[in-house]
């Protein structure tokens, strides 16, 4: 490719100083045109065919622990020999080579088209203007803008090489990095780390590369995004299911009645409150007993909300019972928050702990209660079962018989 590089430098070369010769500039405009081309020709090839981190012997990719490989002993060679697998990042040799050679052919040759611009715009004061000289003006000024962005596309080369090679120095030999880290080890906006990762994995130089949905995680390995990606399906699956079960629960609270759905409602902000005062009371031993009776309570009126029919057997629990527990509970959260723990705090703390076992018994009684019709049901299917089998001769006395 150097080669290349030094034969259109001459050929350049040559040409302009043929045209200022003989007057002919006629291939001079097409001459700049098919070097600029080519040499994003040379340039573009140079990034796809090079710059992998490859072994020097077999011309593989590879990425592994070859540090020192030259100072250590066979068995440490066999032991660090690198791993043929698929690289992760270009080194970017090529791409900064071919940058560097952009920039400056682009400022050298730009710098040239110049002056022969101010020669021939000089010239053309001194002398008559005529259709010539507005011909060579527009060809170098053509040439110069082509050069100019050959500068442009070279040097925005050279630093996204570094930015990448920064990149690549915060990313270390982890699999994943948060957009935000990399930004803050490198004093760059996030924007702009986010926007250059995004244009580096299209160009292939993050190999192996991958952003998050959210755009936040940068992912270099094949293996990390396989993991997350899995993640992700799992977590939709799982907001699905959820998303179901809360539309068919929305379905079965709809069907209800307004006396029925107003004691649910109910119900469930009692839950809420004996959760709250929960959270609020320290204790070990009380607070496993106040678990419990949120758990019995949330039972109670989910079953209320299966069997609209039991509806009249909550009259007195939401009457009486669960303002009662509610005072009480107020109660021993005011007296548990007292510096000094008197004798009277604590005898009141205990009767109240003993009324809240009393409070559970009877909640998991009328748990029990509310289950009566379905114990019925049960009970007289297994019954009319045992009868059929009975009058088939396929139980245990039929078969004897």
């Known amino acids: 490719m150097n080669n290349d590089w030094e034969h ?30 080519h040499a994003m020709d040379c340039v573009s090839a140079g990034i796809k065919n090079g710059g992998w981190y490859r072994d020097p012997k077999t011309g593989q990719p590879l990425y592994g622990n070859t540090k020192n490989a030259g100072n250590r002993s066979g068995a440490e060679n066999q032991r660090y020999r690198p791993v043929p697998v698929s690289p992760r990042y270009l080194k970017g040799t090529s ?30 004061v001194i002398t008559a203007f005529d259709v010539v000289s507005g011909l060579i003006i527009g060809i170098f000024a053509v040439a110069f803008i082509s050069f100019a ?8 080369m050279v630093c996204t090489v570094g930015r990448f090679r920064q990149y690549v120095s915060v990313l270390r030999d982890r699999e994943f990095c948060d957009i935000k880290e990399i930004a803050s080890a490198t004093g760059r906006d996030v924007r702009k780390v986010l926007k250059d990762v995004k244009k580096m994995i299209t160009k292939g130089w993050f190999c192996q590369g991958h952003l998050d949905e959210k755009e936040s995680c940068l992912m270099v390995s094949e293996q990390a995004w396989n993991q997350y990606t899995a993640l992700m399906e799992d977590m939709k699956q799982r907001k699905a299911e959820e998303q179901a079960a809360q539309r068919k629960m929305q379905e079965e609270y709809d069907r209800l009645s307004p006396e029925v759905q107003k004691i649910v409602q109910a119900g469930d902000e009692y839950v809420r409150r004996i959760k709250a005062a929960n959270d609020a009371i320290p204790g070990e031993v009380i607070s496993a007993k106040i678990s419990r009776m949120e758990l019995l309570v949330d039972r109670i009126f989910d079953r209320v909300e299966q069997n609209p029919d039991s509806v009249n057997d909550m009259r007195r629990m939401m009457d009486y019972y669960l303002p009662t527990t509610m005072k009480l509970l107020e109660a021993y959260k005011e007296l548990d928050a007292q510096p000094v723990q008197g004798e009277n705090i604590i005898s009141s703390k ?7 076992d009393t409070l559970n018994l009877a909640f998991e009684k009328l748990l029990d209660s509310l289950f009566q019709d379905t114990a019925w049901d049960v009970s007289s299917d297994i019954s009319v079962l045992h009868t059929m089998l009975a009058q088939e001769g396929l139980t245990e006395d039929g078969l004897k018989k």
């Open 95 to 124: 791409v900064k080579i071919g940058g560097t050679f952009l920039a400056a052919t682009g400022a050298v040759f730009g710098l040239t088209s110049v002056i022969f611009l101010i020669i021939t715009l000089i010239g053309s």
């Open 8 to 37: 259109f430098g001459e050929e350049i070369k040559q040409t302009i100083q043929d045209a200022i010769d003989t007057k002919d500039y006629s291939r001079l405009n097409q001459m700049v045109s098919d070097t600029v081309n």
């Open 350 to 356: 205990k009767e109240i702990e003993d009324t809240i």
């Open 149 to 156: 962005v050959m500068t442009y596309v070279g040097v925005d």
